[in-house]
């Protein structure tokens, strides 16, 4: 199990960041590993999530419509 939040920057009138903690937008759990995930990568362009656990197995994770849905399985 993987937690995901989705940060942005809040900006104040003028286009000054915020410091009041707004920026977040949403949170998801994602499932799909059976065991400790030991590495996250974020692609920022194609906005995919890549995610292996500690048995080998590679989650490509997809953002559509505000949700993340596994895009690819790679279990060795």
């Known amino acids: 199990m993987l ?6 920057e809040a900006k104040t009138p003028g286009n000054a960041p915020s410091a009041s ?19 996250a990568a974020w692609n920022e362009q194609h906005n995919k999530l890549t995610t292996s ?5 590679i989650i490509v994770w997809t953002l559509h419509k ?3 849905f596994e895009e ?3 279990n060795r």
């Open 3 to 8: 937690k995901v939040l989705k940060l942005e």
């Open 21 to 39: 903690g707004q920026g977040l937008n949403a949170n998801q759990t994602l499932q799909g590993h059976t065991d400790s995930v030991a590495v």
């Open 53 to 57: 656990d500690s048995n080998g197995l």
């Open 66 to 68: 505000g949700l993340w």
């Open 72 to 74: 690819m399985i790679n």
